[in-house]
């Protein structure tokens, strides 16, 4: 079946109102998070996944994926939140070449402190402008995109 130069458009307009929401919401609501907390979004959002990870330790690369940045930029984001005492880099007890972001004690705080405020970015820049059942959509597509970034994790690598 051939695509037609419209349907090909009509394809990507969903792609780009999603990919400019992205940035909008990553741009203001990190801008104001940034502002009532001194805490970079990025640096949240990891210490995040790694606080909802077993033992509290990720991968870099399994981490960089979930988060879709590259591993260098996330190697950089890691040694900036050493610097701050939120996360510690460790060897893998398994594979000797992979390395673990683990959450400290002090991470595990500062993401706790934080919660409340990031959330009150996320609702007054987002969720307030969803119904509940377009928050329930916006979720499963995201878990949707997610697993098959999990997917790739069991399924190529051992990352």
């Keep these: 079946m051939e695509i037609t130069e419209s349907a ?5 307009q969903p792609v780009r ?5 992205a940035r909008w919401l990553t741009e203001h609501v990190g801008q104001e998070f940034r502002r009532k907390t ?11 996944w790694l606080s909802e990870a077993p033992e509290g330790q990720l991968c870099l690369t399994r981490l960089a994926r979930r988060m879709g940045i590259s ?3 996330l ?3 890691v040694d900036r939140a050493r610097e701050h005492g939120w996360v510690e880099r460790v060897p893998d007890p398994v594979g000797r070449r992979i390395v ?3 959450l400290t004690g002090t991470g595990r705080d500062a993401v706790q402190a934080a919660a409340p405020l990031q959330l009150a970015c996320v609702r007054s820049h987002f969720l307030d402008r969803l119904t509940p059942a377009q928050v329930e959509q916006l979720r499963e597509i995201s878990e949707a995109l997610i697993e098959s970034v999990d997917q790739q994790d069991e399924g190529g690598s051992t990352f």
């Excluded at 109102?17 to 929401?21: I, K, L, R, W």
């Excluded at 001194?38 to 995040?48: F, K, N, P, R």
Aim: cysteine-free; hydrophobic content about 45%.
């Design 100 to 102: 673990l972001a683990r």
């Design 38 to 48: 001194g805490m970079w979004q990025i640096h949240y959002e990891m210490l995040s």
């Design 17 to 21: 109102a999603f990919s400019s929401a």
């Design 75 to 77: 190697s950089h984001l």
């Design 71 to 73: 591993t260098s930029r």
């Design 8 to 12: 090909a458009l009509d394809a990507q």
